[in-house]
DNA sequence: TCTTGATCTCAAGTTAACTTGAGATTGTAG
DNA sequence: CTACAATCTCAAGTTAACTTGAGATCAAGA
C-alpha cells in the first residue's frame, strides 16, 4: 500500500539470509513471484521476506520445497498475505509438523524396545511397520533386524 | 561361529529390502564390510543383515549415512556384534533421536507463537535461534519473519 | 555521462544417495 | 561340462537444492 513496498531481490537476501541465487532458484521454482522492471529487474513485495523465511525454517524442519510449495500454495501469490492468511498456513503447517513428531516418537519406541533389548529374535518386530510411510516404490526391510529365516 | 555363517550380497538385498546397488554402495561408504571369495564374489556376515535394516531404519529417521557411519564404527567391523556391542549403539542412536524430537518440538512452538499469533512485528521473535543448529556456514535469516528494518 | 556495483540469463558444476547400463566373470543346477 | 542366473567393475545418469561462472545489461551516484 505505501510507498517502498517493492525491493530488490539483493534486499531479500539480505533480510533473510539467503543467497540471491536461492531466492531466483525459489522463484523458478514457483515458490515465489516476482515483478519485473522495465529493464529486467526482479521486484518483490515486502511480504516476500517472510515468505522466504517461511520457507527456510521449513527446510529446517525437513520438507522439502515441493512440500513447502503445496502450503505456500494457500498464500495469495503477488499480493500482501493478510494476518488470516498466514494463519491458516501456520494451522495446517502445524498439523504436518505434528505428524513428523509422532512418526520420530513411534519410531524411537520402536528402536528401544528392538533394538534396545538385545533380544535377536524379533518376531515381534514392529520397527519396520509399512504402513508408517506410503512405501514409495519397492519393498522395504522384510525381517527387520532378524537374521533368522534361513530361505533355503 | 556355525555353519552357514557367510551369505551372498544377494541374501543381504532380500532381507532387509535394500537393492543390491544399495550394498555395494554402503560398503563402498564404509558402513559395511565384506570378504571376498576367491573368484571375488562379496561374503557377508548374517549379522551384516541387522546392520543394513540398522541403516534403513536410520535413515527414515532423518539421518545421514554419514551420520550413521558414526554410530556404526561402534560396532565391531567384520565380526559379529555382540548384544552388548547393539546395546551401546543403541543408546547412543537413542540419544541422537532424542535431540531431534527435542528440536522439532521447540520449532515447532515458536513457530505457533510467532507465525500463529499473526503479529507482524516480530521483535521477539524466537524462531530462528542461531545457537539451535551449528549454523554450517553463512548467515542465515537475519530479521526472521520481520520486514521492519529499513536499511537505507 | 561515466563508472561501478547489482542484476540478468543460461549452462554447467556440486553433494548425497543411489540407480542404470555395459561388458566381463563367477557359481551352481543339471 | 554347460547353461544361465548372480556377481563384479566402472562409468555415467538421476533428483534435490543450490552454487558458480561467463558474458551482458541495469541502476544510481559523482
Redesign the pocket.
Known amino acids: 500500500m505505501a510507498a517502498g513496498q517493492w525491493i530488490?531481490?539483493?534486499?531479500v537476501a539480505w533480510r533473510t539470509g539467503a543467497?540471491?541465487?536461492?531466492i531466483?532458484?525459489y522463484e523458478e521454482k514457483g515458490l515465489l513471484t516476482a515483478r519485473r522492471?522495465?529493464?529486467?529487474?526482479?521486484m518483490f513485495l515486502r511480504s516476500d521476506i517472510r515468505r522466504v523465511s517461511f520457507i527456510l525454517i521449513a527446510?529446517r524442519l525437513g520438507f522439502?520445497?515441493?512440500e513447502i510449495g503445496v502450503h505456500l500454495r494457500g498464500l495469495p501469490d503477488g499480493r500482501t498475505p493478510t494476518k488470516k492468511d498466514w494463519e491458516k498456513i501456520s494451522r495446517d503447517f502445524r498439523a504436518s509438523i505434528d505428524e513428523r513428531i509422532a512418526a520420530l516418537t513411534t519410531l524411537r519406541t520402536r528402536l528401544t524396545s528392538c533394538i534396545g533389548c538385545g533380544c535377536l529374535s524379533l518376531k515381534t518386530c514392529g520397527l519396520y511397520n509399512p504402513e508408517d510411510e506410503a512405501k514409495e516404490k519397492g519393498a522395504g526391510p522384510r525381517y527387520l533386524l532378524g537374521d533368522k529365516p534361513s530361505r533355503a
Do not use: N
Open positions: 530488490t531481490i539483493g534486499e543467497a540471491v541465487s536461492a531466483r532458484f522492471t522495465a529493464g529486467g529487474t526482479r527446510q522439502s520445497l515441493e
